[in-house]
């Protein structure tokens, strides 16, 4: 396996399930649809985060680390899953989340990830709007090395060169999967934030000579913006591979979909939530795959993808942010 010499630590449930959305398909009377339920990762609840932290803390474990620290809002998928990896370890972990401008007021603080970050025994600090996370992190950072400790960073989102490995190996999980069931597809949609996600599955299918668009619709940034922040991440993850670095044409990111900012949806967004929900049982968010799937359907209803087509989508996890957005999500 061409990851293996990469530290990894065992923390999800794999292969995660690859599973048709038929009643979806024949709802839209578009493509055959399908799902890779990386929701299903496991560890306090799961989500795309468990794998970037996989090889993640296997570098921090590497390096004598023993306090796991990283930045994000206050409903952070990524933190839950930092703060449960960093408890199934044994580690200390401590967070810095900024609250989001235009979300829910109501238990958007208190409930939802940021409940679970407390309960996993994270070390929670909960940052204004117009503060940096980063530098308050590494203020604190740096205290924490004063006093002897060894604290080990993670960027938001996971995305750096290591956390994207987790999708590198996702790529090789997918397409022996599909192989198996003798499926070939032509299109992935995902969301994406950070871009570790879309950097790994782009570095993993160009390892497999699988060359299929791989279509990340933004849940934050324009088309230029996302692009432009993939790059960073992409180059760093096909340097550790010895790759050579996509073009920019390779590089498909949706901007679409994200408005008005990041963390709030719209209606495209809440509908997707909600058809997903009635037709298939299947829980998607109102911050990232709610945006996703409306990019699918979307693309279904323009006639991008057609009948004769087979699209997987990515689910990337988030459930545990509905319970905050209670109140956008019901009438
Ligand atoms: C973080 C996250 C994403 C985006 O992944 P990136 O690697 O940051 O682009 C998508 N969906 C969910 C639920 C997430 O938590």
């Known amino acids: 396996m061409p990851l293996s010499r990469f530290p990894r630590i065992n923390l999800s449930h794999l292969p995660t399930p690859l599973e048709p959305l038929s009643r979806l398909s024949r709802e839209l009377e578009g493509p055959e649809i399908y799902v890779k339920r990386d ?13 970037k932290l996989e090889f993640l803390l296997g570098d921090a474990l590497a390096n004598n680390c023993d306090t796991i620290m990283t930045i994000g809002g206050l409903q952070s998928n990524h933190a839950r899953q930092t703060a449960a990896a960093a408890a199934k370890l ?9 609250d989001i401008p235009g979300t829910p007021r109501e238990g958007y603080g208190t409930n939802g990830n940021i409940l679970l970050d407390r309960l996993l025994g994270a070390k929670v600090n909960i940052l204004h709007a117009d503060t940096s996370p980063l530098s308050a992190m590494e203020m604190r950072a740096s205290a924490i090395e004063q006093a002897g400790g060894k604290p080990y960073i993670i960027p938001m989102g996971g995305s750096n060169g290591i ?12 397409v022996k999967q599909w192989r198996e069931k003798e499926l070939d597809f032509d299109y992935i949609v995902m969301a994406t934030g950070s871009c570790g996600t879309q950097a790994g599955m782009l570095a993993g299918l160009a390892m497999q000579d699988v060359s299929i668009p791989v279509i990340g619709v933004s849940v934050l940034a324009n088309e230029a913006e996302q692009k432009a922040r993939l790059r960073p991440v992409a180059d760093e993850t096909c340097d550790l591979l010895d790759l050579p670095h996509f073009p920019d044409d390779q590089v498909i990111c949706n901007g679409n ?6 963390g709030v949806p719209n209606e495209s ?27 699918l359907i979307d693309l279904v209803r323009q006639g991008i993808f057609t009948k004769n087509d087979r699209v997987l989508f990515l689910h990337t996890g988030g459930q545990a942010a509905l319970f905050p957005y209670e109140s956008m999500l019901i009438d």
């Open 39 to 51: 929701d299903c990762t496991g560890l306090a609840t799961g989500g795309n985060k468990v794998r």
């Open 90 to 98: 044994g580690l200390k972990c401590e967070l810095f989340l900024v």
């Open 163 to 174: 956390g994207s490995l987790g999708y590198v190996d996702c790529a090789f999980e997918l």
């Open 257 to 262: 979909y994200f408005y008005p900012s990041y």
């Open 269 to 295: 967004t809440l509908e997707a939530v909600s058809l997903l929900a009635r037709t298939e049982a299947l829980l998607l968010d109102p911050v990232y795959t709610g945006k996703g799937m409306a990019g």
